[in-house]
């Protein structure tokens, strides 16, 4: 079977040239990759973690296994063009290189939650888990990348959803819960900008929520200097830096956040659940 057959509508080998240089032009995401590389490691390889444990501690404390057992999954929400698919598609370009894996990344289709067929979307959503997990015979890790989440992961809660919608989501907990059983060295990286849309059963299971926020003055001076070079003077460029940045009601530029994007990543940790029967009881709730 073709694996791009209306399941994944891109997929990417790193280390990528590309890739590393999509990735190495994100400005004030430095502090939110760090700790999703870290994530991600520890994710994919809960190896070394282990061995860390039996060196220090004489065993695999059971920290250790909780940490290794949380969901596979990372959820990176913010606004429209805050850069949360190109860092989805390429953070793993860091890993790939320091690491030295062959990793896959592999964009599942929106076209996976099929037409609205009797079980259409449960079928094809369980089909793309079945090919990513086996991708990782040929690859050391995948990355599953699920763009605009919330039209596959959308809340169940919803009285109007459409049962076949219902189905699809929990199809999607159930293959993110399949990539926890068989340790499968996938990592699901999901992209939202409605967070509150999503189904909460897939907000607690993620290992790790970062929020990206919109550029600041400096970053978007940052940005602008590298996109024009010398073609403007420096104080034009710092005054369409400061034009562009937040308006309130009235048009008026304001000076917007002080904080320095990406200085403080706002990080969400959800409790680690004791057990899994406590988690899969989410998946029917
Ligand atoms: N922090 C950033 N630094 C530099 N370029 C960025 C940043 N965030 C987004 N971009 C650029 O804006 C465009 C849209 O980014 P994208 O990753 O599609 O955003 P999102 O998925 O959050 O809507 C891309 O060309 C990307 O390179
Ligand atoms: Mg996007």
Same mark, same amino acid.
């Given at each position: 079977m073709n694996p791009l057959d209306g399941l994944f509508d891109q997929v990417l080998d790193l280390p990528n040239a590309q890739a590393q240089r999509r990735l190495g032009a994100l400005i004030g995401c430095d502090d939110i990759l760090a700790q999703l590389l870290k994530q991600a490691t520890v994710l994919v390889n809960p190896r070394p973690l282990e061995q860390w444990s039996e060196q220090f501690h004489g065993r695999v404390l059971p920290a250790v296994h909780l940490v290794c057992r949380r969901t596979p999954l990372i959820i990176l929400a913010g606004d429209v063009g805050t850069g949360k698919t190109t860092l989805a598609e390429t953070f793993a370009d860091a890993l790939a290189r320091s690491e030295k894996m062959a990793i896959r990344v592999m964009r599942l289709s929106?076209? @996976?939650?099929?037409?609205?067929? @009797?079980g259409e979307a449960t079928d094809r959503i369980g089909k793309a888990f079945d090919v990513v997990r086996e991708e990782t015979r040929i690859h050391q890790a995948v990355i599953l990348v699920i763009d605009e989440a919330d039209a596959l992961?959308?809340?169940?809660?919803?009285?109007?959803?459409h049962h076949e919608d219902r189905a699809g989501v929990n199809a999607l907990i159930r293959g993110l819960d399949s990539l926890v059983a068989a340790a499968a060295r996938v990592l699901a990286v999901m992209c939202t900008n409605r967070l509150g849309a999503i189904d909460p059963a897939v907000r607690r299971r993620a290992a790790g929520l970062f929020i990206l926020e919109r550029p600041t003055e400096a970053q978007r001076h940052a940005l602008l200097a590298n996109a024009l070079g010398d073609a403007l003077k420096e104080d034009e460029i710092a005054e369409i830096a400061r034009m562009t940045g937040p308006r309130n009601a009235s048009g008026v530029v304001t000076r917007g956040p002080t904080y320095r994007r990406g200085s403080s990543p706002r990080l969400y940790w959800p409790p680690i659940p004791t057990t899994r029967s406590a988690t899969s009881s989410y998946a029917s709730s």
């Amino acid at each position: 079977m073709n694996p791009l057959d209306g399941l994944f509508d891109q997929v990417l080998d790193l280390p990528n040239a590309q890739a590393q240089r999509r990735l190495g032009a994100l400005i004030g995401c430095d502090d939110i990759l760090a700790q999703l590389l870290k994530q991600a490691t520890v994710l994919v390889n809960p190896r070394p973690l282990e061995q860390w444990s039996e060196q220090f501690h004489g065993r695999v404390l059971p920290a250790v296994h909780l940490v290794c057992r949380r969901t596979p999954l990372i959820i990176l929400a913010g606004d429209v063009g805050t850069g949360k698919t190109t860092l989805a598609e390429t953070f793993a370009d860091a890993l790939a290189r320091s690491e030295k894996m062959a990793i896959r990344v592999m964009r599942l289709s929106l076209r @996976t939650r099929g037409h609205g067929g @009797t079980g259409e979307a449960t079928d094809r959503i369980g089909k793309a888990f079945d090919v990513v997990r086996e991708e990782t015979r040929i690859h050391q890790a995948v990355i599953l990348v699920i763009d605009e989440a919330d039209a596959l992961a959308q809340s169940r809660a919803l009285k109007a959803m459409h049962h076949e919608d219902r189905a699809g989501v929990n199809a999607l907990i159930r293959g993110l819960d399949s990539l926890v059983a068989a340790a499968a060295r996938v990592l699901a990286v999901m992209c939202t900008n409605r967070l509150g849309a999503i189904d909460p059963a897939v907000r607690r299971r993620a290992a790790g929520l970062f929020i990206l926020e919109r550029p600041t003055e400096a970053q978007r001076h940052a940005l602008l200097a590298n996109a024009l070079g010398d073609a403007l003077k420096e104080d034009e460029i710092a005054e369409i830096a400061r034009m562009t940045g937040p308006r309130n009601a009235s048009g008026v530029v304001t000076r917007g956040p002080t904080y320095r994007r990406g200085s403080s990543p706002r990080l969400y940790w959800p409790p680690i659940p004791t057990t899994r029967s406590a988690t899969s009881s989410y998946a029917s709730s």
